[in-house]
T-cell receptor, first 111, second 114 residues
Framework: LAKTTQPISMDSYEGQEVNITCSHN???????ITWYQQFPSQGPRFIIQ???TKVTNEVASLFIPADRKSSTLSLPRVSLSDTAVYYC????????????FGAGTRLAVHP | KAGVTQTPRYLIKTRGQQVTLSCSPI?????VSWYQQTPGQGLQFLFE???????NKGNFPGRFSGRQFSNSRSEMNVSTLELGDSALYLC?????????????FGSGTRLTVV
């Protein structure tokens, strides 16, 4: 499974756009890129998943360049409730059943 | 629809005892995975079950075991508890097409070993 590298922590202010970049140089051809959010004492929550180019849902966007060696999670107009740890994971879908979590990025949103 | 349910939410055990944790996946999800989360090691994969069969196993000692029932509910057991087993134990279930919805995690069981 491809290893991922993310910043340990980030700070932002309410209303700003936050971009968290994840490096995954050894991503395999059939690997998907998935992001999870975790609040203290809760299980991780699925945010978004993509394979290439751009994916957008109601909470975030995921940008994946053509070489797929990195990806960027974009959170528009963050609020205090977005303060959490964000994990980037890569792996194959459809039978991929073992998530390897890195240290994640601890995002702190300030008033 | 109901989410992933883990019971109990909190547990305090003594060293040497054994413990059983329970997980009820989302209806229709046949894959159930277990993870251990500690401040020092982060989130680590324990094992995954699909249709009552263990498909994948993490790097944990044999004291950690699990099983899945025909209704997809799963249990994990830790025998001869050690202080280092104190952690948040998380269960996750997934649909057939993981790429559509990812994994859904429960809120976890907080185990404290004293």
């Amino acid at each position: 499974l491809a290893k991922t590298t993310q910043p340990i922590s980030m700070d932002s202010y309410e209303g700003q756009e936050v971009n968290i970049t994840c490096s995954h140089n050894n991503i395999a051809t059939n690997d998907y890129i998935t992001w999870y959010q975790q609040f203290p004492s809760q299980g991780p929550r699925f945010i978004i998943q993509g394979y290439k180019t751009k994916v957008t849902n109601e909470v975030a966007s995921l940008f994946i360049p053509a070489d797929r060696k990195s990806s960027t999670l974009s959170l528009p107009r963050v609020s205090l409730s977005d303060t959490a740890v964000y994990y980037c994971l890569v792996g194959g879908a459809g039978g991929y059943n073992k998530l390897i979590f890195g240290a994640g990025t601890r995002l702190a949103v300030h008033p | 629809k109901a989410g992933v349910t883990q019971t109990p939410r909190y547990l305090i055990k003594t060293r040497g005892q054994q413990v059983t944790l329970s997980c009820s996946p989302i209806s229709g999800h046949r894959s159930v995975s277990w993870y251990q989360q500690t401040p020092g090691q982060g989130l680590q994969f324990l094992f995954e079950y699909f249709s009552e069969t263990q498909r994948n196993k993490g790097n944990f000692p044999g004291r950690f075991s699990g099983r899945q029932f025909s209704n997809s509910r799963s249990e994990m057991n830790v025998s001869t508890l050690e202080l280092g087993d104190s952690a948040l134990y998380l269960c996750a279930s997934s649909p057939r097409r993981v790429q559509d919805y990812g994994y859904t995690f429960g809120s976890g069981t907080r185990l404290t070993v004293v």
